[in-house]
C-alpha cells in the first residue's frame, strides 16, 4: 500500500514539474476591430539600427487606433524632381497626420523658427536639423500631391521616450506615449469620407517601390542641398524665392527671408 501512496506521489511530482518546464507563448491577438483597421502600408526599411528601432516603436503605438485611421508608414514619394521620405502618414476624417520621428537620447532644446536644435548628452552638445521645418516641407509635399488645403494636415514630431523635450514650440512636439493621445484629441471633422478615400488612393499611386529608392533618395537629398547653397548664395531664400536679409537676432547675425513670417527660413552666419 505504502509503495503506490510513494508512485503516486512521483508521478504527481513529475507531472508538475514538466509542466513548469514548457515554454510559455502568448496567444493573445488583436480584436477584430483593430485587424479591420490597420490598413498599414509600409515600403523600405530605415537606415541605421537607432532609425529602425524608433520607426518600429512608432509603428507599434500606431497599430493601437481605431479602424478610422489608415496609416501608410516609411513613405518615398516625388515632388518637383526631388524624393521625399516621410515617417509615418495618418490618414482619417479628422486630418492627415503627418509624422517625424526621431530616436534620441538627452536634452533637446530648440524653437520653432531655429534653423537647427540642439542635443546635449553628457556635457557635450550636438546640432541637428530642425524637425519641425523638416515636417514642414513633408506637409508641403503631400499638399502639393493630395490638393487639399493646408489646414488639414497635422505635423507631430515624435522623440522616443529616453530624451528630455525643453523645446519652446507652437507645433506638436510630443513623446511616444503621448501619440496616440494626441491623434485621438481631434475629433472634428475635416474631410468627408469620400475625401478620405481620394486621399488613401491617390497617396497609394504616388508611392516610389523601386528596390533602390534609398539610394535614389540619398542621391536627391545631396542635388537638393547644393540647388538650397546656390540659392542661399545669391541672396535668394531656397524655400519661397523671396530675397534674404542679413539680420540681427538674439544669437547673432542671420541671413532671414524677407516674406517672413509667411517664410520662415533662416541662416545661420
Not at 18 to 43: D, F, I, L, P
Not at 54 to 61: A, H, L, M, N
Not at 230 to 254: A, D, T
Amino acid at each position: 500500500m505504502e509503495i503506490y501512496i510513494i508512485l503516486g506521489i512521483l508521478v504527481i511530482v513529475f507531472v508538475l514539474f514538466a509542466a513548469g518546464g514548457k515554454k510559455r507563448t502568448s496567444t493573445k491577438k488583436k480584436g477584430k476591430a483593430a485587424e479591420q483597421y490597420y490598413k498599414t502600408v509600409t515600403y523600405g526599411k530605415k537606415s541605421g539600427l537607432k532609425g529602425m528601432q524608433g520607426e518600429d516603436i512608432i509603428q507599434e503605438k500606431l497599430s493601437e487606433l481605431s479602424q478610422n485611421y489608415t496609416v501608410f508608414n516609411d513613405v518615398y514619394v516625388k515632388v518637383n524632381g526631388h524624393s521625399v521620405q516621410i515617417d509615418h502618414v495618418i490618414i482619417s476624417v479628422y486630418g492627415i497626420f503627418v509624422i517625424e520621428t526621431k530616436n534620441y537620447t538627452g536634452s533637446i532644446y530648440g524653437t520653432d523658427d531655429a534653423e537647427y536644435w540642439s542635443k546635449y548628452i553628457h556635457g557635450n552638445e550636438y546640432k541637428f536639423r530642425n524637425p519641425l521645418k523638416q515636417n514642414y516641407y513633408h506637409v508641403k509635399s503631400l499638399q502639393d500631391i493630395l490638393c487639399l488645403p493646408g489646414k488639414v494636415f497635422i505635423p507631430i514630431v515624435v522623440f522616443t521616450d529616453n530624451v528630455d523635450i525643453r523645446c519652446e514650440t507652437r507645433e506638436f512636439v510630443i513623446y511616444v506615449n503621448q501619440l496616440k493621445s494626441t491623434v485621438c484629441g481631434f475629433r472634428n471633422p475635416v474631410l468627408s469620407p469620400a475625401m478620405v478615400n481620394y486621399a488613401v488612393n491617390k497617396l497609394n499611386t504616388s508611392l516610389i517601390l523601386d528596390k533602390d529608392r534609398e539610394k535614389k533618395h540619398a542621391d536627391s537629398i545631396n542635388q537638393y542641398i547644393t540647388e538650397k547653397n546656390n540659392l542661399i548664395n545669391q541672396g535668394i531664400c531656397p524655400r519661397c524665392k523671396s530675397k534674404l536679409i542679413e539680420r540681427n537676432g538674439r544669437y547673432g547675425r542671420f541671413l532671414g527671408c524677407s516674406n517672413y513670417p509667411q517664410c520662415t527660413f533662416t541662416k545661420e552666419l
